[in-house]
Protein backbone atom coordinates (compact mmCIF):
# COMPACT_ATOMS: atom_id res chain seq x y z
CA UNK A 1 0.00 0.00 0.00
CA UNK A 2 1.57 3.82 -0.92
CA UNK A 3 1.94 5.96 2.19
CA UNK A 4 0.21 8.31 2.66
CA UNK A 5 1.23 12.03 3.73
CA UNK A 6 0.00 13.70 7.00
CA UNK A 7 -1.38 16.95 6.43
CA UNK A 8 1.42 19.81 8.26
CA UNK A 9 0.22 22.88 9.60
CA UNK A 10 1.72 25.00 7.51
CA UNK A 11 -1.37 27.71 6.97
CA UNK A 12 -0.21 30.28 9.25
CA UNK A 13 2.57 31.94 10.85
CA UNK A 14 1.86 30.84 14.02
CA UNK A 15 1.38 27.49 13.06
CA UNK A 16 4.82 27.33 10.63
CA UNK A 17 6.46 28.56 13.99
CA UNK A 18 5.65 25.16 15.73
CA UNK A 19 7.08 23.06 12.95
CA UNK A 20 10.34 21.55 13.25
CA UNK A 21 13.05 23.05 11.11
CA UNK A 22 15.25 21.41 8.85
CA UNK A 23 16.15 20.12 5.40
CA UNK A 24 12.76 18.11 5.52
CA UNK A 25 9.87 19.92 4.30
CA UNK A 26 6.18 19.86 5.41
CA UNK A 27 3.77 18.90 2.67
CA UNK A 28 0.27 18.92 1.86
CA UNK A 29 -1.63 17.59 -0.89
CA UNK A 30 -2.86 19.94 -3.33
CA UNK A 31 -4.07 17.32 -6.21
CA UNK A 32 -3.16 14.53 -7.82
CA UNK A 33 0.49 14.05 -7.72
CA UNK A 34 0.86 17.44 -6.56
CA UNK A 35 2.23 18.49 -2.98
CA UNK A 36 2.69 22.23 -1.31
CA UNK A 37 5.37 22.26 0.74
CA UNK A 38 6.78 24.75 3.60
CA UNK A 39 10.79 24.12 4.31
CA UNK A 40 12.86 26.03 6.73
CA UNK A 41 16.14 25.51 7.98
CA UNK A 42 17.48 26.37 11.22
CA UNK A 43 19.62 29.74 10.35
CA UNK A 44 17.19 31.10 8.01
CA UNK A 45 14.64 33.96 8.94
CA UNK A 46 11.78 32.56 6.70
CA UNK A 47 10.85 29.59 5.08
CA UNK A 48 10.24 29.10 1.47
CA UNK A 49 7.15 27.62 -0.06
CA UNK A 50 8.32 24.42 -2.52
CA UNK A 51 6.09 22.28 -5.18
CA UNK A 52 6.29 18.49 -5.24
CA UNK A 53 4.70 16.94 -8.21
CA UNK A 54 5.17 13.49 -9.96
CA UNK A 55 6.13 14.16 -13.49
CA UNK A 56 7.04 10.95 -15.98
CA UNK A 57 7.29 8.61 -13.49
CA UNK A 58 9.31 10.52 -11.03
CA UNK A 59 9.38 13.36 -8.71
CA UNK A 60 10.23 17.21 -9.66
CA UNK A 61 11.00 19.82 -6.92
CA UNK A 62 9.88 23.85 -7.70
CA UNK A 63 10.74 26.23 -6.05
CA UNK A 64 7.68 28.97 -5.68
CA UNK A 65 9.02 31.61 -3.33
CA UNK A 66 9.68 32.62 0.11
CA UNK A 67 7.14 32.52 3.08
CA UNK A 68 5.59 35.74 4.76
CA UNK A 69 6.93 34.21 8.16
CA UNK A 70 8.82 37.98 8.51
CA UNK A 71 7.93 40.04 5.31
CA UNK A 72 4.66 40.93 4.24
CA UNK A 73 3.12 38.58 1.01
CA UNK A 74 3.15 40.71 -2.20
CA UNK A 75 2.44 37.51 -4.31
CA UNK A 76 5.48 37.89 -5.99
CA UNK A 77 8.02 37.12 -4.26
CA UNK A 78 6.83 36.61 -0.83
CA UNK A 79 4.06 34.24 -0.61
CA UNK A 80 1.02 33.96 2.21
CA UNK A 81 -0.29 30.14 2.29
CA UNK A 82 -3.10 30.96 -0.25
CA UNK A 83 -0.57 32.55 -2.97
CA UNK A 84 1.68 29.67 -2.84
CA UNK A 85 -1.02 27.20 -3.16
CA UNK A 86 -2.72 29.14 -5.89
CA UNK A 87 0.63 29.80 -7.43
CA UNK A 88 1.39 25.29 -6.99
CA UNK A 89 -1.59 24.87 -8.61
CA UNK A 90 -1.30 26.96 -11.64
CA UNK A 91 2.20 25.72 -12.22
CA UNK A 92 1.22 22.38 -11.77
CA UNK A 93 -1.92 22.34 -14.23
CA UNK A 94 -0.18 24.08 -16.60
CA UNK A 95 2.26 20.99 -16.75
CA UNK A 96 -0.87 18.68 -17.00
CA UNK A 97 -2.97 20.82 -19.20
CA UNK A 98 -0.96 22.94 -21.45
CA UNK A 99 2.52 20.39 -21.73
CA UNK A 100 5.34 22.18 -21.76
CA UNK A 101 6.17 25.34 -20.21
CA UNK A 102 6.85 28.50 -22.54
CA UNK A 103 10.19 30.21 -22.62
CA UNK A 104 8.28 33.20 -20.86
CA UNK A 105 7.15 30.98 -18.22
CA UNK A 106 10.35 29.34 -17.58
CA UNK A 107 12.07 33.32 -17.21
CA UNK A 108 9.46 33.81 -14.80
CA UNK A 109 9.84 30.79 -12.93
CA UNK A 110 14.21 31.69 -13.04
CA UNK A 111 13.52 34.92 -11.45
CA UNK A 112 11.42 33.67 -8.65
CA UNK A 113 13.99 31.05 -7.81
CA UNK A 114 16.68 33.29 -7.49
CA UNK A 115 14.75 35.52 -5.12
CA UNK A 116 14.04 32.26 -3.05
CA UNK A 117 17.43 31.85 -3.07
CA UNK A 118 18.48 35.35 -1.94
CA UNK A 119 20.27 35.97 -5.19
CA UNK A 120 20.35 38.97 -7.67
CA UNK A 121 17.73 38.84 -9.85
CA UNK A 122 18.43 42.21 -12.08
CA UNK A 123 20.38 40.60 -14.86
CA UNK A 124 17.74 38.03 -15.60
CA UNK A 125 15.14 40.81 -15.71
CA UNK A 126 16.79 42.81 -17.88
CA UNK A 127 17.41 39.44 -19.95
CA UNK A 128 13.42 38.75 -20.22
CA UNK A 129 13.30 41.84 -22.31
CA UNK A 130 15.56 40.29 -25.08
CA UNK A 131 13.22 37.41 -25.49
CA UNK A 132 10.23 38.29 -27.16
CA UNK A 133 10.69 36.68 -30.51
CA UNK A 134 10.75 33.25 -28.67
CA UNK A 135 8.98 34.06 -25.65
CA UNK A 136 6.17 32.49 -26.36
CA UNK A 137 7.56 29.34 -27.53
CA UNK A 138 7.01 25.86 -25.82
CA UNK A 139 10.57 24.52 -24.29
CA UNK A 140 9.52 21.29 -25.82
CA UNK A 141 9.19 22.86 -29.29
CA UNK A 142 12.40 24.77 -29.19
CA UNK A 143 15.16 24.15 -31.87
CA UNK A 144 18.62 24.76 -31.93
CA UNK A 145 18.80 26.61 -35.33
CA UNK A 146 15.88 28.55 -33.46
CA UNK A 147 17.77 29.72 -30.90
CA UNK A 148 20.80 30.49 -32.68
CA UNK A 149 18.57 32.56 -34.88
CA UNK A 150 17.61 34.48 -31.42
CA UNK A 151 21.15 34.52 -30.58
CA UNK A 152 21.99 36.36 -33.91
CA UNK A 153 19.15 38.76 -33.67
CA UNK A 154 20.13 40.13 -29.91
CA UNK A 155 23.54 40.89 -31.21
CA UNK A 156 22.29 42.74 -34.19
CA UNK A 157 19.72 44.80 -32.02
CA UNK A 158 22.54 47.00 -30.57
CA UNK A 159 23.10 48.75 -33.26
CA UNK A 160 21.38 52.38 -33.05
CA UNK A 161 20.88 55.67 -35.00
CA UNK A 162 22.86 54.03 -38.02
CA UNK A 163 26.20 54.02 -36.29
CA UNK A 164 29.04 52.17 -38.09
CA UNK A 165 29.50 48.79 -37.39
CA UNK A 166 33.32 48.45 -36.76
CA UNK A 167 35.38 45.70 -35.13
CA UNK A 168 35.09 46.46 -31.86
CA UNK A 169 31.64 47.62 -32.09
CA UNK A 170 30.58 44.88 -33.38
CA UNK A 171 33.10 42.84 -30.69
CA UNK A 172 30.72 44.31 -27.76
CA UNK A 173 27.50 43.43 -29.50
CA UNK A 174 28.31 39.98 -29.97
CA UNK A 175 29.96 39.76 -26.35
CA UNK A 176 26.54 41.47 -24.76
CA UNK A 177 24.66 38.64 -26.70
CA UNK A 178 26.31 35.66 -24.90
CA UNK A 179 25.77 37.18 -21.94
CA UNK A 180 21.86 37.66 -22.53
CA UNK A 181 22.18 34.28 -23.94
CA UNK A 182 24.08 32.83 -20.58
CA UNK A 183 21.26 34.11 -18.49
CA UNK A 184 18.48 32.39 -20.75
CA UNK A 185 20.13 29.00 -20.70
CA UNK A 186 20.25 29.09 -17.11
CA UNK A 187 16.43 29.42 -16.55
CA UNK A 188 16.24 26.80 -19.57
CA UNK A 189 18.42 24.63 -17.73
CA UNK A 190 16.77 25.23 -13.84
CA UNK A 191 13.20 24.28 -16.10
CA UNK A 192 14.92 21.14 -17.24
CA UNK A 193 16.16 20.14 -13.57
CA UNK A 194 12.74 20.66 -12.46
CA UNK A 195 11.14 18.11 -14.84
CA UNK A 196 9.45 21.22 -16.44
CA UNK A 197 11.05 19.44 -19.88
CA UNK A 198 11.92 16.35 -21.22
CA UNK A 199 14.65 17.03 -22.65
CA UNK A 200 17.70 19.81 -23.14
CA UNK A 201 19.07 18.92 -26.33
CA UNK A 202 18.19 22.05 -28.07
CA UNK A 203 20.09 24.44 -26.20
CA UNK A 204 22.96 22.32 -25.01
CA UNK A 205 23.62 22.21 -29.03
CA UNK A 206 23.56 25.91 -29.67
CA UNK A 207 26.81 27.60 -30.31
CA UNK A 208 27.70 30.84 -28.58
CA UNK A 209 29.94 33.69 -30.41
CA UNK A 210 33.74 32.76 -29.84
CA UNK A 211 36.50 35.01 -29.28
CA UNK A 212 34.46 38.23 -28.22
CA UNK A 213 34.85 38.19 -24.45
CA UNK A 214 38.40 40.23 -24.51
CA UNK A 215 38.08 43.93 -24.64
CA UNK A 216 40.48 46.38 -27.21
CA UNK A 217 43.57 46.53 -24.88
CA UNK A 218 43.66 49.94 -22.79
CA UNK A 219 44.42 51.61 -19.61
CA UNK A 220 46.56 54.33 -18.89
CA UNK A 221 49.32 55.54 -18.64
CA UNK A 222 50.99 57.12 -14.96
CA UNK A 223 51.53 60.60 -17.50
CA UNK A 224 48.05 60.13 -18.52
CA UNK A 225 46.44 59.67 -14.92
CA UNK A 226 48.21 62.91 -13.84
CA UNK A 227 46.71 64.72 -16.80
CA UNK A 228 43.30 63.88 -16.53
CA UNK A 229 43.25 64.33 -12.75
CA UNK A 230 44.11 68.39 -13.08
CA UNK A 231 42.06 68.12 -16.17
CA UNK A 232 38.61 66.84 -13.87
CA UNK A 233 36.57 69.60 -12.23
CA UNK A 234 36.64 70.14 -8.42
CA UNK A 235 33.51 67.79 -7.75
CA UNK A 236 34.76 64.95 -9.95
CA UNK A 237 38.65 64.88 -9.02
CA UNK A 238 38.14 63.09 -5.76
CA UNK A 239 36.23 60.11 -7.48
CA UNK A 240 38.70 60.06 -10.23
CA UNK A 241 41.02 59.81 -7.36
CA UNK A 242 39.99 56.99 -5.54
CA UNK A 243 38.83 55.21 -8.16
CA UNK A 244 43.06 55.18 -9.50
CA UNK A 245 43.90 54.87 -5.73
CA UNK A 246 41.65 51.52 -5.13
CA UNK A 247 40.83 50.11 -8.48
CA UNK A 248 37.25 50.35 -6.99
CA UNK A 249 33.55 50.33 -9.53
CA UNK A 250 31.92 53.26 -9.53
CA UNK A 251 29.44 52.03 -7.55
CA UNK A 252 30.80 51.24 -4.63
CA UNK A 253 32.57 54.96 -4.40
CA UNK A 254 29.38 55.95 -4.83
CA UNK A 255 28.06 54.47 -1.14
CA UNK A 256 31.27 54.38 0.49
CA UNK A 257 31.01 56.19 4.01
CA UNK A 258 33.15 57.86 6.30
CA UNK A 259 32.68 54.46 8.51
CA UNK A 260 34.05 52.57 5.85
CA UNK A 261 37.75 54.10 5.91
CA UNK A 262 40.23 52.36 9.10
CA UNK A 263 42.62 54.34 9.51
CA UNK A 264 44.95 52.34 11.66
CA UNK A 265 44.27 49.13 9.51
CA UNK A 266 44.92 51.28 6.05
CA UNK A 267 41.96 50.02 4.55
CA UNK A 268 38.50 51.22 2.80
CA UNK A 269 35.61 48.52 3.72
CA UNK A 270 33.47 47.71 0.56
CA UNK A 271 30.67 46.55 2.45
CA UNK A 272 28.43 45.57 -0.85
CA UNK A 273 29.82 45.04 -4.18
CA UNK A 274 28.80 43.73 -7.82
CA UNK A 275 29.20 40.02 -6.90
CA UNK A 276 27.14 40.45 -3.76
CA UNK A 277 30.63 39.72 -1.53
CA UNK A 278 32.43 42.51 1.04
CA UNK A 279 35.69 42.93 0.68
CA UNK A 280 38.54 45.13 2.81
CA UNK A 281 40.49 47.11 -0.40
CA UNK A 282 44.19 48.08 0.83
CA UNK A 283 45.53 51.66 0.80
CA UNK A 284 49.31 52.64 0.07
CA UNK A 285 50.20 55.95 1.72
CA UNK A 286 49.34 58.12 -0.57
CA UNK A 287 46.10 56.64 -0.90
CA UNK A 288 45.91 56.85 2.47
CA UNK A 289 46.37 60.70 2.65
CA UNK A 290 44.09 61.25 0.20
CA UNK A 291 41.12 59.44 1.95
CA UNK A 292 42.12 60.82 5.65
CA UNK A 293 41.95 64.35 3.96
CA UNK A 294 38.33 63.79 2.73
CA UNK A 295 37.10 62.46 5.72
CA UNK A 296 39.01 64.74 8.14
CA UNK A 297 36.03 66.33 10.65
CA UNK A 298 33.03 64.43 9.21
CA UNK A 299 30.27 61.94 10.92
CA UNK A 300 30.57 58.27 10.50
CA UNK A 301 27.64 57.75 8.46
CA UNK A 302 27.94 60.69 5.71
CA UNK A 303 28.60 59.54 2.30
CA UNK A 304 32.48 59.87 1.60
CA UNK A 305 32.58 61.21 -2.37
CA UNK A 306 30.22 63.84 -3.19
CA UNK A 307 29.21 66.94 -4.98
CA UNK A 308 29.98 69.85 -3.16
CA UNK A 309 26.34 70.92 -2.92
CA UNK A 310 26.85 67.19 -0.26
CA UNK A 311 24.77 65.61 -3.41
CA UNK A 312 25.62 61.98 -3.60
CA UNK A 313 26.90 60.92 -7.32
CA UNK A 314 24.20 58.60 -9.23
CA UNK A 315 24.32 56.20 -11.86
CA UNK A 316 25.57 57.38 -15.02
CA UNK A 317 26.68 61.30 -13.74
CA UNK A 318 29.72 60.54 -13.73
CA UNK A 319 29.33 59.81 -17.89
CA UNK A 320 29.55 63.97 -18.64
CA UNK A 321 32.38 64.72 -16.30
CA UNK A 322 34.80 62.23 -17.43
CA UNK A 323 34.32 62.67 -21.27
CA UNK A 324 35.00 66.48 -20.36
CA UNK A 325 37.60 65.44 -18.74
CA UNK A 326 39.47 63.33 -21.25
CA UNK A 327 38.60 66.05 -23.94
CA UNK A 328 41.37 68.89 -22.19
CA UNK A 329 43.90 66.47 -20.70
CA UNK A 330 43.99 65.13 -24.64
CA UNK A 331 43.17 61.72 -24.02
CA UNK A 332 42.28 60.16 -27.32
CA UNK A 333 39.92 58.16 -27.71
CA UNK A 334 38.74 59.20 -24.50
CA UNK A 335 37.99 56.15 -21.79
CA UNK A 336 35.15 55.67 -19.72
CA UNK A 337 34.99 55.65 -15.68
CA UNK A 338 35.32 52.06 -15.58
CA UNK A 339 39.16 51.94 -17.60
CA UNK A 340 40.22 53.54 -14.53
CA UNK A 341 39.66 50.08 -12.92
CA UNK A 342 42.02 48.62 -15.47
CA UNK A 343 44.31 51.16 -14.76
CA UNK A 344 44.78 50.23 -11.02
CA UNK A 345 45.26 46.48 -11.98
CA UNK A 346 47.49 47.33 -14.35
CA UNK A 347 50.19 49.23 -12.84
CA UNK A 348 49.40 47.08 -9.66
CA UNK A 349 50.64 43.96 -11.35
CA UNK A 350 53.99 46.23 -13.30
CA UNK A 351 54.70 47.03 -9.82
CA UNK A 352 54.91 43.18 -8.65
CA UNK A 353 52.12 42.75 -6.90
CA UNK A 354 50.67 39.28 -7.82
CA UNK A 355 47.16 38.32 -9.52
CA UNK A 356 45.47 36.11 -6.44
CA UNK A 357 46.04 39.62 -4.79
CA UNK A 358 45.32 42.23 -7.32
CA UNK A 359 42.07 39.67 -7.80
CA UNK A 360 41.31 40.28 -4.12
CA UNK A 361 41.37 43.78 -3.77
CA UNK A 362 39.48 44.08 -6.66
CA UNK A 363 36.68 41.54 -6.01
CA UNK A 364 37.40 38.73 -8.64
CA UNK A 365 36.24 35.56 -7.85
CA UNK A 366 39.82 34.18 -9.14
CA UNK A 367 42.74 35.49 -11.35
CA UNK A 368 40.84 34.99 -14.46
CA UNK A 369 38.84 38.14 -14.78
CA UNK A 370 42.13 39.95 -13.34
CA UNK A 371 44.12 39.17 -16.08
CA UNK A 372 41.64 40.47 -18.54
CA UNK A 373 41.99 43.56 -16.44
CA UNK A 374 45.53 44.05 -16.07
CA UNK A 375 46.96 45.09 -19.34
CA UNK A 376 50.70 45.09 -19.15
CA UNK A 377 52.58 47.87 -20.84
CA UNK A 378 55.09 45.82 -23.86
CA UNK A 379 58.22 47.43 -22.28
CA UNK A 380 57.32 46.04 -18.98
CA UNK A 381 56.79 42.89 -20.37
CA UNK A 382 59.91 43.00 -22.63
CA UNK A 383 61.91 43.53 -19.29
CA UNK A 384 60.39 40.88 -17.42
CA UNK A 385 61.59 38.65 -20.45
CA UNK A 386 64.69 39.71 -20.99
CA UNK A 387 65.94 39.25 -17.15
CA UNK A 388 63.97 36.13 -16.73
CA UNK A 389 64.50 34.21 -19.98
CA UNK A 390 67.27 31.29 -19.77
CA UNK A 391 70.70 31.94 -20.51
CA UNK A 392 73.28 29.08 -21.44
CA UNK A 393 76.74 30.71 -21.23
CA UNK A 394 77.81 29.35 -24.70
CA UNK A 395 78.19 31.44 -27.59
CA UNK A 396 77.99 30.09 -31.09
CA UNK A 397 81.19 29.81 -33.07
CA UNK A 398 82.09 29.33 -36.92
CA UNK A 399 83.32 26.09 -36.82
CA UNK A 400 79.91 24.59 -35.20
CA UNK A 401 78.02 22.42 -38.19
CA UNK A 402 75.11 20.34 -37.88
CA UNK A 403 74.96 16.71 -36.64
CA UNK A 404 74.12 15.19 -40.30
CA UNK A 405 76.46 16.68 -41.57
CA UNK A 406 79.50 15.71 -39.29
CA UNK A 407 77.74 12.01 -39.77
CA UNK A 408 78.27 12.23 -42.96
CA UNK A 409 81.86 13.46 -43.25
CA UNK A 410 82.61 10.60 -41.00
CA UNK A 411 81.00 8.38 -43.34
CA UNK A 412 83.32 9.26 -46.59
Not at 7 to 33: D, E, M
Not at 67 to 82: E, I, K, T
Not at 282 to 299: K, S, T, W
Not at 301 to 316: F, K, V, Y
Amino acid sequence: MARTIKPAAISTRTSRARLKRGRQPHFNSIGPRAHLGYVRRPDERAGRWILRRRIGGRYSVATIGIADDVLAADGVSVFDYHQARERALELSNSERVAGSPTVARAMQDYVRDLVARGKSTGVARITDLYIGEIADVPLAELTTSMLQSWLASVAAASIRNGAPADDEAARKRRNSANRVCGVLLAALNHAYREGRVSSDAAWRRLRRFRGVDQPRTRYLSTDECVRLLNACDVDFRPLVRAALSTGMRFGELARLEIGDLDLDAATIHVRRSKSGFARFVPLNDEALRFFERVAAGRAGGEIMLTHSTGEAWRGGTQKRPMAAACERAGIVPAVGFHILRHTFASHAVMRGAPLPVVAVALGHVDTRMTQRYAHLARSYVGDEIRRAAPQFGVEPTGNVESLDRAKARAGR
